[in-house]
């Protein structure tokens, strides 16, 4: 049961669904992932409205977020948070180094402070200093987020931005697929990935995985609850079986089957 305490800076702690129907959303998801939702009503001072997070067995996975004024129209995402020990700080890096700070840096209520952030070739992402919450509770099982993945079309101009602004740091792997960039922490670990993107046409955006037990049987229940197949599921030697969708409202996500071994 892997479960988390603590989040390393630069590790991809959170991901959170924003969405124009949250309600919709999460039946989708926790009918694919056997979530539990909890909601939470917010207070007028945060907007209002609910917020949803995800669980499994009381541990929480994601978050579920309705719309913002003003992105009406606007298809679901999923949306990653990277870990930082002081989100003021590496706030303040963010423009020197090309990018550009979107909203904050902010306190969510108790929950810990926020900075919502683009880096230089597009991508955006949030940094997330925690205080009562860390996130992410429980990670890298079936039902929970697996691998996170910055697909950009200038991978190097990304990761320079990183790794001045939350110490992130890199490795190029050779694949039977040719070589591939992994990420790391400020502890060494690999938490991650960068590619450029597949198909023409993607804009750049962080990709978040979920691991399951059989892609091929969640891939047929995401279709038989709403999704759509956005690139069938294939076999990566050594990582696994995976493929790409997109839930009824839009937001696109991919599930990853573990290799046998």
Same mark, same amino acid.
């Given at each position: 049961?892997? /479960?988390?305490? /603590?989040?390393?800076?630069?590790?991809?702690?959170?991901?959170?669904?924003?969405?124009?129907?949250?309600? !919709?959303?999460?039946?989708?998801?926790?009918?694919?992932? *056997?979530?539990?939702?909890?909601?939470?009503? #917010?207070?007028?001072?945060?907007?209002? *409205?609910?917020? +949803?997070?995800? /669980? #499994?067995?009381?541990?929480?996975?994601?978050?579920?977020?309705?719309?913002?004024? *003003?992105?009406?129209?606007?298809?679901?995402?999923?949306?990653?948070?990277? !870990?930082?020990? $002081?989100?003021?700080?590496?706030?303040?890096?963010?423009?020197?180094?090309?990018?550009?700070?979107?909203? *904050?840096?902010?306190? %969510?209520? $108790?929950?810990? +402070?926020? =900075?919502?952030?683009?880096?230089?070739?597009?991508? +955006? %992402?949030?940094?997330?200093? !925690?205080?009562?919450?860390?996130?992410?509770? +429980? !990670?890298?099982?079936?039902?929970?987020?697996?691998?996170?993945?910055?697909?950009?079309?200038?991978?190097?101009?990304?990761?320079?931005?990183?790794?001045?602004? %939350?110490?992130?740091?890199?490795?190029?792997?050779?694949?039977?697929?040719?070589?591939?960039?992994?990420?790391?922490?400020?502890?060494?670990? =690999? =938490?991650?990935?960068?590619?450029?993107?597949?198909?023409?046409?993607?804009?750049?955006?962080?990709?978040?995985?979920?691991? %399951?037990?059989?892609?091929?049987?969640?891939?047929?229940?995401?279709?038989?609850?709403?999704? /759509?197949?956005?690139?069938?599921?294939?076999?990566?030697?050594?990582?696994?079986?995976?493929?790409?969708?997109? $839930?009824?409202?839009?937001?696109?996500?991919? #599930?990853?089957?573990?290799?046998?071994?």
């Amino acid at each position: 049961m892997p /479960k988390f305490e /603590k989040y390393q800076q630069a590790t991809p702690n959170y991901v959170e669904l924003t969405t124009p129907d949250p309600e !919709a959303g999460a039946a989708f998801y926790a009918g694919l992932f *056997g979530w539990d939702i909890e909601e939470m009503p #917010l207070p007028a001072e945060a907007g209002g *409205g609910v917020y +949803r997070q995800s /669980k #499994l067995d009381g541990d929480t996975v994601t978050g579920i977020s309705g719309q913002m004024p *003003g992105m009406e129209g606007h298809p679901a995402f999923w949306g990653v948070y990277l !870990a930082v020990d $002081d989100v003021d700080a590496a706030a303040a890096k963010v423009e020197p180094a090309g990018g550009k700070v979107e909203a *904050g840096p902010f306190d %969510v209520m $108790d929950a810990g +402070r926020m =900075v919502a952030i683009q880096d230089p070739t597009g991508a +955006r %992402v949030n940094l997330w200093q !925690a205080a009562a919450s860390i996130g992410t509770e +429980r !990670a890298n099982e079936p039902g929970t987020p697996i691998w996170n993945e910055v697909i950009t079309p200038d991978v190097p101009k990304a990761l320079a931005f990183y790794a001045d602004v %939350v110490g992130l740091g890199t490795e190029v792997m050779e694949m039977p697929e040719g070589e591939y960039t992994t990420i790391k922490n400020v502890a060494g670990d =690999v =938490v991650g990935g960068a590619m450029l993107p597949m198909m023409e046409g993607i804009p750049p955006h962080w990709n978040v995985y979920f691991n %399951v037990e059989d892609a091929d049987a969640s891939g047929a229940r995401a279709v038989e609850l709403g999704g /759509k197949v956005v690139a069938p599921n294939f076999d990566v030697q050594g990582v696994g079986r995976m493929g790409f969708y997109s $839930d009824p409202q839009g937001g696109m996500f991919a #599930l990853m089957q573990n290799p046998p071994a």
